[in-house]
């Protein structure tokens, strides 16, 4: 999988949109940005996924950079229930099919 | 139905014993995984099944064996395990074509621990 890196952690007050940056500098031309959660004590949640395009779907919104070497999941309204960990993932065009290989992810905490 | 549901939530058995995570969804999903989560770290894959059949199976010791018996079930059996196994275990599924197969739906895990 194409090498992501993102912050350890970020800080949100609860109402005010999240911006959640991803880079990704070793992605390849057809290969596609996932982005999941997880929060604390559940299993990780899809959020949204893109290749060139930004995307918008009722959970947040990604933004991809023109040359594809990073990205930012916006959560437009954060609240309290958006704590969770945040990982930006880019699977392989190579992988056999399906493998997710997680990261350490961006721990975000929205704040009242 | 989005939902992948897994049993027992909490399973606590000692290092001699024999038991089994189950994991069902009811979604038409031909693809199903495996993945093991250390506390405070991400969750690693340990197996894939495309179609009933184990496609990946990502260097897991012999002490974990997996079961697809049909399309909807998984069933992750153990045996001689070891306290470093102690882990929350958690299955997905996913569709199988194009960029599906990594839009994963994922249970909520079990959590298991090795006396």
């Known amino acids: 999988d194409a090498k992501t890196t993102q912050p350890t952690s970020m800080d949100c007050a609860e109402g005010r949109a999240a911006n959640l940056p991803c880079n990704h500098s070793?992605?390849?031309?057809?290969?596609?940005v996932y982005w999941y959660r997880q929060i604390h004590s559940q299993g990780p949640q899809y959020i949204i996924h893109?290749?060139?395009n930004n995307e918008t779907n009722e959970m947040a919104s990604l933004i991809i950079t023109e040359d594809r070497k990073s990205s930012t999941l916006i959560l437009p309204h954060a609240t309290l229930r958006d704590t969770a960990v945040y990982y930006c993932i880019v699977p392989s065009l190579y992988n056999q099919g399906g493998e997710l290989i997680f990261g350490q992810g961006t721990e975000l905490s929205v704040k009242p | 139905d989005t939902e992948v549901t897994q049993t027992p939530k909490h399973l606590v058995m000692g290092m001699t014993n024999k038991k089994s995570l189950k994991c069902e969804q009811h979604m038409g999903h031909r693809a199903m995984y495996w993945y093991k989560q250390k506390a405070k770290k991400p969750p690693e894959l340990m197996f894939v099944y495309s179609y009933e059949k184990l496609s990946i199976n990502e260097s897991v010791p012999s002490r974990f064996s997996p079961e697809c018996p049909n399309s909807s079930l998984l069933n992750l059996h153990l045996h001689a395990l070891q306290p470093e196994d102690s882990a929350l275990y958690l299955c997905?599924?996913?569709?199988?074509?194009?960029?599906?197969?990594?839009?994963?739906?994922f249970g909520p895990g079990t959590r298991l621990t090795v006396t």
């Open positions: 893109g290749l060139k």
């Open positions: 070793t992605i390849s031309g057809n290969e596609y």
């Open positions: 997905a599924s996913s569709q199988l074509r194009g960029s599906r197969p990594y839009e994963q739906y």
